[in-house]
């Protein structure tokens, strides 16, 4: 956990406090009641298949610059995370397309090697609608359309893309977790909530 010395919240210096069985940062002025439970966050990405072919995207920055991978990103914090999956597709690649399953996900312990946060990492799978596959050359250096054993061939594919690419092509659509638009919370403002289908 990254070193915090002051409240994010009203910039009182934090004290130690026994909580929930182990010690942690915690803020002492009277109403604030914030605890440093550590650095989370959330990236997804998208499995987007054309016949046998999958979407890819050829990564412009380090780190791992030049490998190729599904398209996908960190969720905002004030975002749906079906919503981010979809944005985070046609930034990196052109291609509008809308989220069907989740095939799975990801829990990464923050650290080195890591980076700071512990992330979750969410796979969907997403039907195209429309658009071709484009980018910008900067963040993104290409993008394009690829068979598994073109795969092969190329350099640098991230083993977890091909992992869930694998998946897609070999379990139909609508047998991973599927959105439960009527179940609890669901006219909860910001509530999203995926479940195995019946
Ligand atoms: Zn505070």
């Known amino acids: 956990m990254g070193l915090m ?3 994010p919240r009203c910039a009182t210096p934090l004290i130690s406090k026994l909580d929930g069985g182990r010690e942690r940062s915690a803020c002492p002025a009277d109403g604030c009641g914030f605890i440093h439970f550590g650095d989370f966050s959330i990236g997804c990405a998208g499995v987007v298949l054309r016949d046998d072919r999958a979407l890819l995207v050829q990564r412009g920055w380090q780190p791992f610059a030049g490998s190729w991978q599904i398209p996908g990103g960190y969720v905002e914090h004030d975002e749906p995370l079906a919503e981010a999956v979809e944005r985070e597709v046609l930034e990196e690649s052109g291609v509008t397309a809308v989220v069907r399953d989740v095939l799975a996900f990801r829990h990464l312990l923050g ?6 946060s512990t992330n979750m990492y969410v796979v969907f799978r997403l039907e195209m609608v429309g658009g071709d596959p484009k980018c910008d050359g900067d963040e993104i250096r290409d993008v394009g359309f690829f068979s598994l054993q073109e795969m092969e061939r190329m350099e640098a594919v991230q083993g977890l893309s ?19 638009q009527l179940g ?3 006219t909860r403002p910001g509530w999203q909530l995926f479940g195995v289908p019946h």
Not at 111 to 116: E, H, R, V
Not at 169 to 180: A, E, F, S, T
């Open 184 to 186: 609890p919370g669901a």
């Open 162 to 180: 091909k992992w869930a690419i694998e998946k897609a092509l070999l379990v139909p659509h609508g047998r991973g977790l599927l959105r439960d």
């Open 5 to 7: 010395n002051y409240c």
């Open 111 to 116: 650290g080195a090697g890591a980076g700071p």
